[in-house]
């Protein structure tokens, strides 16, 4: 795995971890995380980071990398200079690569007379400028210290064909690389780097790296890659090109973006809170389709395939991941439940932390609702982040009580004055009572002593003779109690709140 901290981990990365990651233990080799950080101009600040703290979280942490260690580190690619340095010269003593003084103006010169004449673009025979140059000028360049790069001499010729097999997609082919290209960037830079193509030549050799996973957006370079690890004398690692994960929108299907997509970004997995088990489930789903239609955790241990894996970009749809993650945390208990969310309330919902930890009996009694020795357990859990709008009514530290003119409570259409007296009336003479049809006949009692009718189809059939029904009286207390029309079984709800918590909720529709 070759992230560059130009920007934070795409999903597609936690895609290509999970399949390096499976590949590599199922065949008893290492998994590598190495940093491609040549391009430091366009590195953010953090990146790096998030990529330790991503893949940790979703348990894809490299076997080797500069966090773990191993025998062939650093695994910055930053800090490999001297490396580098030293197989440049050796490609520079076997004139197969030279020094190019050619200016921005002069390239950007060069190209517009390509685009006039109509041929491909690039720095390429004739074009070449300082492919064949006199010694005596690359002195007097050196002499004058102007600044320099230096190119790879490209071996093909006009015509020439390039074939490899690639581990997903079969036998490739492709025109061989004529482009004289960089493989050391300009010496007036801090830092003398190599250009991705010559940096992962020279470290998958160096790494005994022998499968690259990488995106489709690379078979491209494929020649050129392969014509460097050949000017190296180097053994061309397998290469297996990943589709790229997908969107669809009303034009069709196109690639997940970080810049339009916000679930485009690992982050927004972490912070939402879905779980890391519902997550690679649902990427190892879209590598291998087989394993989707298998059990949660029988699809974490069977094997990836390659030859399993699509040549078209499998579509991402949150609704399906959420449907995923839902029917996980249904298998989960309290307790497990009660930890997860823990864990991510401390870095994303601080206020809610506290209200766990001093309510943690509480928040089990609130899990159980409708979920315990139940045969189809709720759920409206489908991700950590989704605690607080289910369960934090339960929780007086994040529960703000209603008053009669409360806008929820004007959606029931009820006179305020009948609001409050029907819960100056509850509160007198509300028991806590342990069975359901008993602790609901006094909602049914009080109604019927306030005017409403004992059924939805007696208040349909006149409707003028009745404040609301049993249904909009029973919506009052439920609006009192949970701050919401909808929740689940009323009756759970006050047995886990209590008889006191009860009575204050009520009470405050009479402010």
Known sequence: MA????????????YVAAIDRDLARRSGGTYVLRVEDTDQSREVEGAVAQFTRAFAHFGLSADESD??????GPYHQSQRQEIYLTYVRELLRADKAYLCFATPEELADIRQRQEAAKVPTGYYDRWAVWRNADPADVRAKLDAGAPYTVRFRSPAAVGDRR???????????????RNDVVILKSSDQPLRLPTYHFAHAVDDHLMRVDLVVRGEEWISSVPVHLQLFDALGFTPPAYAHIAPLMKQNAGGKRKLSKRKDPEATVDFYMSAGYPAEAILYYLRGLANGRLAELPLAQALEEPLHLDQCGVAGPLVDLMKLEDISANHIATLGGEQILAAVREWAAEYDPELLPALDANRELALAALAVERDNVENPRKDLRKWGDFRAAYGFFFPQLFAPVAADDERVDGLGLETSLVKAFAVDFASFYKELTDSHEWFGQIRELAGKHGFAPSPKEYKKNPDAYPGSIREASQLVRVALTGSTRS????????TLGREEVLRRMRALTA
Not at 163 to 177: C, Y
Not at 488 to 495: E, Q
């Open 3 to 14: 992230p560059s901290p130009t920007g934070f981990v795409h999903i597609g990365g936690l």
């Open 67 to 72: 966090a773990e260690g191993g025998a062939y």
């Open 163 to 177: 074939s490899f097999t690639d581990m997903i997609r079969g036998r490739l082919e492709h025109a061989d690389n």
């Open 488 to 495: 689940p079984d009323l009756f759970a709800i006050a047995r």
